[in-house]
């Protein structure tokens, strides 16, 4: 599996760019060739269900404004979905709430009703997870953010999945469940407390607005008339917070067991995101992106501010 990342600057606004940055991170290690991007749009049938169920929600709000344009991306939407259902034998309602991130990472057998969902999932094949009509719940489901479902889990009613839980292969979940908690049987208990699963969803999900770099740039207050050289000196430190912010990047994804050249590949990924820039292979060195020199040099280059 890949290492963590968070590259997607607006998972709100744009849920399906995530969905496709986690499908490379983990998917493809991270590399975005030609051969990974064909595989991925063309031969991943784990993709096609999201990208499926992606469209099917912007074809509804689309059709929603313009009731006669957005008729053939509704009609595309309906038969799209309804060849997902019988070839895929996968099935995600159009009314679930999602949040960004979302792996299938096997579509087999996953039907999935109007719930909600929070960012950054992962599920299994023959997972079920809608509403139970035993005892006259109609309720469904909410799951938090962070969840990992195992395969043939099972999760009905009016139940609330904490962040980070981890339901077990062939749980049957009918019961609030904790946040960070371990969850197995059927019925479903918890087997553990503070259960970290990051080694199994291996992406993050982060939004501007919770880190500092989103808040960074709003304070850098225009000096008001002061004395001398101050105006001068206002490009070199912006120049100086793309380098930063490059180098503090780069220094998250290092891991001191992991493959250098990959980390590079991803800092590289993230250079060409963030700076709208085009790196050679030549350029994308683990001891040239390490030093703010060699960032400065690899963004000048490259035709990114630097």
């Excluded at 992606?54 to 074809?59: E, G, P, Q, S």
């Excluded at 939407?77 to 159009?94: K, P, Q, T």
């Excluded at 930063?244 to 994804?253: N, P, S, V």
Aim: aromatic content about 6%.
């Amino acid at each position: 599996m890949g290492d963590m990342r968070d590259r997607v600057e607006d998972p709100d606004l744009r849920p399906f760019r995530t969905d496709v940055d986690k499908y490379y991170t983990i998917a493809a290690e991270g590399r975005r060739g030609p051969a990974q991007r064909l595989r991925l749009w063309f031969w991943n049938a784990d993709f096609r269900v999201v990208a499926c169920y992606r469209f099917d929600r912007a074809a509804r709000r689309y059709q929603a404004e313009h009731r006669v344009a957005g008729l053939p991306a509704r009609v595309f939407a309906a038969v799209w979905r309804r060849r997902v259902m019988n070839v895929h034998h996968a099935d995600i309602d159009h009314r679930a709430e999602i949040g960004p991130g979302l792996f299938l990472m096997h579509h087999t057998g996953v039907f999935i009703g109007p719930v909600t969902i929070g960012d950054n999932c992962v599920l299994h094949h023959n997972v079920t997870i809608g509403q139970r009509v035993a005892s006259g719940d109609h309720g469904v489901p909410r799951l938090g953010d962070d969840v990992w479902i195992g395969p043939g889990a099972t999760i009905t009613g009016d139940v609330t999945i904490g962040d980070g839980a981890t339901i077990s292969a062939g749980s049957v979940v009918s019961r609030d469940v904790p946040p960070r908690s371990l969850v197995a049987g059927n019925p479903g208990r918890v087997i553990a407390s503070d259960y970290d699963n990051s080694s199994m969803l291996n992406y993050r999900v982060r939004r501007p607005a919770r880190t500092p770099e989103a808040v960074a740039p709003e304070p850098v207050p225009e000096p008001v008339p002061e004395p001398g050289p101050e105006p001068d000196d206002t490009p070199a430190r912006a120049d100086d917070a793309h380098v930063d912010r490059a180098l503090a990047e780069y220094a998250r994804l290092r891991d001191p067991h992991g493959d250098r050249h990959l980390e590079a590949v991803k800092a590289a990924i993230f250079l060409e995101d963030v700076f709208h820039v085009v790196l050679r292979e030549e350029q994308i060195d683990p001891d040239l992106l390490g030093t703010a020199e060699g960032m400065r040099a690899v963004l000048a280059q490259a035709g990114g501010t630097a």
